[in-house]
């Protein structure tokens, strides 16, 4: 096969897995207005907890509205705003001061956790009595009040409440002011006063509508390996057994996890509950009375992440090509200190691995130039052995051998570098750093670059997208100054290439265009470069 066909076949398979990744980050529509909690001034004591009801709560349940008997109480530490709920003791919601809800400037913070119809809120306790029963409905007495920590201040929350059975349940929070990170312990007595441990369960709903948030279903570090259960394979219910290092429920840039204590032992269940889907960890009935958790609700910026010392940052997806990805991320971070702007970062980044990659993208331009220089001959010997094909094929391979020519060397340097190029696209695609980072003109280097520019004309919303076609001329002009060999329409094949790639780039974060255009400009200096010095 000739030098053109091995590269159309190596560009179509490019093609094919950016698009085959963008397809796993489809963008949802606009998310609806967030509400707005007001602010709870809570009593320095928390009020008697009311007389308990002696028959025993639904299951599953889904929690009623809260009863005048419910007390909340508001924790502020410099990460987030939470609100607690004495009604099942549970978070109510969850905002992170740090992150917007969209791009907007005026846009609110991103609340993690919010109410909504028919979906139980997280953090609550079930276990197994005459039934699988959970404490939605038990108003917990609360000791402690508002909070508001910052640095390396630590604050503490106690909910104590008794189950329509009998049973004593215990919650104890311990937040700390400059950390994501939550600390957890759960005991639990029966009647007759033997302790056991029930299990602790995460929340959340079923149809969430985020724009750059999208929801990537259950996540689980069992047995040290990564588990990831999609949304629809959630709908039939999934259940895990053994060392559960952590699992939550993951988004595009935001992750929601329990981490054990120590997980050897436990069992993780995830399935449908109303309008939402319920995960609980359960530990063996032989463990220690007391259950050990963090809860994790925050970004996936990796050094965050590693911070808890659990693997949390293997919750991050950049796929097969993660060993490539990751030091990646590594050099933004490295370069932000000193440029502050993520567009400038990018560019660093480019230029730095084209200098890397400079000696394969080199012998592979020269070897185009050698193979094109070889035409003629190459034309003589197909009209010469026209009818001798085994003779034509020796011919030619003997002329590439006298002139020092590898057929391959066009196309071979550019398939090795295909794994940098996945790695550098999971590097911009998925990391929070990206997210509503500015540039030039672009607003959020996350999402497409039309979106900076939008207009509507009727209901229709459309944008400019400046810098894909800017990419995809540059592309052009990299294709035009390619030396070329063979057939004249594979010429024509790969000068449609910046077409296809233009398409399929207005759909692509605004990050990776600046990566390709960057790239496409260096290469039309390197190729315009040996096409002088071998004028």
Same mark, same amino acid.
């Given at each position: 096969?000739?030098?053109?066909?091995?590269?159309?076949?190596?560009?179509?398979?490019?093609?094919?897995?950016?698009?085959?990744?963008?397809?796993?980050?489809?963008?949802?529509?606009?998310?609806?207005?967030?509400?707005?909690?007001?602010?709870?001034?809570? +009593?320095?004591?928390?009020?008697?907890?009311?007389?308990?009801?002696?028959?025993?709560?639904?299951?599953?349940?889904?929690?009623?509205?809260?009863?005048?008997?419910?007390?909340?109480?508001?924790?502020?530490?410099?990460? *987030?705003?939470?609100?607690?709920?004495?009604?099942?003791?549970?978070?109510?919601?969850?905002?992170?001061?740090?992150?917007?809800?969209?791009?907007?400037?005026?846009?609110?913070?991103?609340?993690?956790?919010?109410?909504? +119809?028919?979906?139980?809120? +997280?953090?609550?306790?079930?276990?197994?009595?005459?039934?699988?029963?959970?404490?939605?409905?038990?108003?917990?007495?609360?000791?402690?009040?508002?909070?508001?920590?910052?640095?390396?201040?630590?604050?503490?929350?106690?909910?104590?409440?008794?189950? &329509?059975?009998?049973?004593?349940?215990?919650?104890?929070?311990?937040?700390?002011?400059?950390?994501? &990170?939550?600390?957890?312990?759960?005991?639990?007595?029966?009647?007759?006063?033997?302790?056991?441990?029930?299990?602790?369960?995460?929340?959340? &709903?079923?149809?969430?509508?985020?724009?750059?948030?999208?929801?990537?279903?259950?996540?689980?570090?069992?047995?040290?390996?990564?588990?990831?259960?999609?949304?629809?394979?959630?709908?039939?219910?999934?259940?895990?057994?053994?060392?559960?290092?952590?699992?939550?429920?993951?988004?595009?840039?935001?992750?929601?996890?329990?981490?054990?204590?120590?997980?050897?032992?436990?069992?993780?269940?995830?399935?449908?509950?109303?309008?939402?889907?319920?995960?609980?960890?359960?530990?063996?009935?032989?463990?220690?009375?007391?259950?050990?958790?963090?809860?994790?609700?925050? &970004?996936?910026?990796?050094?965050?992440?590693?911070?808890?010392?659990?693997?949390?940052?293997?919750?991050?997806?950049?796929?097969?090509?993660?060993?490539?990805?990751?030091?990646? $991320?590594?050099?933004?971070?490295?370069?932000?200190?000193?440029?502050?702007? *993520?567009?400038?970062?990018?560019?660093?980044?480019?230029?730095?691995?084209?200098?890397?990659?400079?000696?394969?993208?080199?012998?592979?331009?020269?070897?185009?130039?050698?193979?094109?220089?070889?035409?003629?001959?190459?034309?003589?010997?197909?009209?010469?052995?026209?009818?001798?094909?085994?003779?034509?094929?020796?011919?030619?391979?003997?002329?590439?051998?006298?002139? %020092?020519?590898?057929?391959?060397? %066009?196309?071979?340097?550019?398939?090795?570098?295909?794994?940098?190029?996945?790695?550098?696209?999971?590097?911009?695609?998925?990391?929070?750093?990206?997210?509503?980072?500015?540039?030039?003109?672009?607003?959020?280097?996350?999402?497409?670059?039309?979106?900076?520019? +939008?207009?509507?004309?009727?209901?229709?919303?459309?944008?400019?997208?400046?810098?894909?076609?800017?990419?995809?001329?540059?592309?052009? $002009?990299?294709?035009?100054?390619?030396?070329?060999?063979?057939?004249?329409?594979?010429?024509?094949?790969?000068?449609?290439?910046?077409?296809?790639?233009?398409?399929?780039?207005?759909?692509?974060?605004? %990050?990776?265009?600046? *990566?390709?255009?960057?790239?496409?400009?260096?290469?039309?200096?390197?190729? *315009?470069?040996?096409?002088?010095?071998?004028?």
């Amino acid at each position: 096969m000739e030098k053109r066909a091995f590269l159309a076949v190596a560009l179509s398979l490019l093609v094919l897995v950016l698009y085959q990744e963008w397809l796993t980050r489809q963008y949802g529509t606009a998310p609806p207005p967030v509400p707005k909690h007001e602010e709870v001034k809570s +009593p320095s004591a928390a009020p008697p907890s009311p007389p308990l009801s002696t028959s025993k709560p639904e299951t599953p349940s889904v929690e009623s509205p809260l009863s005048q008997e419910a007390r909340e109480v508001r924790v502020e530490t410099d990460e *987030y705003v939470a609100l607690w709920t004495s009604r099942g003791g549970r978070l109510k919601s969850l905002v992170l001061k740090d992150h917007r809800t969209s791009g907007a400037e005026n846009s609110p913070p991103y609340e993690m956790v919010r109410q909504a +119809p028919g979906v139980p809120l +997280p953090l609550g306790l079930q276990w197994n009595e005459a039934a699988l029963v959970n404490d939605a409905n038990v108003v917990y007495s609360i000791e402690g009040s508002d909070l508001q920590l910052s640095g390396a201040a630590t604050g503490t929350l106690t909910f104590t409440g008794r189950s &329509p059975g009998g049973a004593v349940l215990t919650k104890k929070l311990t937040f700390t002011g400059a950390r994501y &990170p939550i600390e957890l312990e759960v005991a639990a007595r029966r009647a007759d006063g033997t302790p056991f441990v029930p299990a602790v369960m995460l929340t959340t &709903p079923k149809d969430q509508v985020q724009p750059d948030a999208h929801f990537e279903g259950l996540v689980a570090l069992v047995d040290n390996k990564i588990k990831r259960v999609p949304l629809d394979d959630l709908a039939k219910g999934v259940e895990f057994a053994g060392d559960i290092g952590w699992a939550g429920f993951g988004q595009t840039y935001f992750l929601m996890a329990l981490v054990s204590d120590n997980g050897a032992g436990h069992r993780l269940t995830a399935q449908p509950l109303g309008q939402a889907i319920a995960m609980s960890i359960a530990e063996q009935p032989q463990r220690p009375p007391t259950g050990r958790y963090t809860l994790f609700a925050g &970004p996936k910026q990796i050094d965050v992440l590693q911070s808890l010392g659990k693997g949390l940052e293997r919750s991050i997806d950049f796929g097969y090509f993660a060993f490539i990805a990751i030091p990646f $991320i590594y050099v933004l971070h490295f370069s932000h200190q000193f440029t502050g702007s *993520y567009g400038i970062d990018i560019i660093i980044l480019t230029v730095l691995i084209k200098l890397v990659l400079a000696p394969l993208t080199h012998k592979s331009m020269v070897s185009m130039k050698q193979m094109q220089k070889l035409q003629p001959q190459m034309e003589r010997l197909k009209e010469k052995y026209k009818n001798d094909r085994e003779k034509l094929n020796k011919e030619i391979m003997e002329m590439y051998r006298r002139h %020092g020519v590898n057929p391959l060397g %066009g196309c071979l340097p550019m398939l090795l570098q295909f794994p940098v190029f996945i790695g550098l696209y999971n590097a911009l695609s998925t990391p929070i750093e990206l997210r509503h980072a500015s540039f030039l003109w672009i607003k959020d280097l996350s999402r497409p670059d039309w979106e900076s520019l +939008p207009f509507t004309i009727g209901s229709w919303h459309f944008g400019v997208p400046v810098l894909t076609i800017l990419m995809g001329a540059s592309m052009f $002009i990299q294709q035009w100054m390619t030396p070329t060999a063979g057939d004249p329409n594979q010429r024509k094949m790969m000068l449609m290439m910046p077409l296809v790639f233009t398409v399929m780039f207005v759909t692509f974060p605004a %990050g990776l265009t600046i *990566y390709w255009l960057v790239n496409n400009i260096l290469s039309i200096a390197q190729q *315009y470069w040996i096409n002088r010095s071998d004028a």
